[in-house]
């Protein structure tokens, strides 16, 4: 059973951005693609580049799914579940996330 952490309140993201996270001892992307409170979480570590960005990456939309573009080497990730759209071995974990209350919270 999942224990959901407060991240932070859902204002505190703009839409079309994203802000990172530290759950336990993971950095953990958390996205707001639109004005609503849907959230997405993925982790924040870009497999390609060794590097803690993906939460500064640009969120797109490919074939009716919402990604984000690496900010270094621009690989793509789906937001619901953190999978690779170049490469199947290099996806990244996913989070369940909620809004509850104007209040972000991720399973960890």
């Known amino acids: 059973m999942s224990q959901w952490i407060t991240v932070c309140p859902v204002a505190d993201i703009l839409p079309g951005t994203g802000v990172c996270a530290l759950i336990g001892d993971r950095q ?3 996205f707001r ?3 609503d409170e ?3 979480a993925i982790s924040n570590i870009d497999p390609f580049a060794q590097a803690s960005v993906l939460s500064r990456g640009l969120i797109a939309e490919h074939q009716g799914e919402l990604w984000v ?3 270094l080497k621009k690989q793509r990730f789906r937001l619901y579940d953190g ?3 170049e490469d ?3 996806s990244v974990a996913s989070f369940a996330s909620r809004v509850v209350d ?3 919270h991720i399973a960890a």
């Open 28 to 30: 953990v992307a958390v």
């Open 33 to 35: 693609p639109y004005a």
């Open 38 to 40: 849907q959230v997405f």
């Open 69 to 71: 573009a690496s900010p």
């Open 83 to 85: 999978h690779c759209l």
């Open 88 to 90: 199947d071995s290099r």
């Open 102 to 104: 104007g209040i972000v």
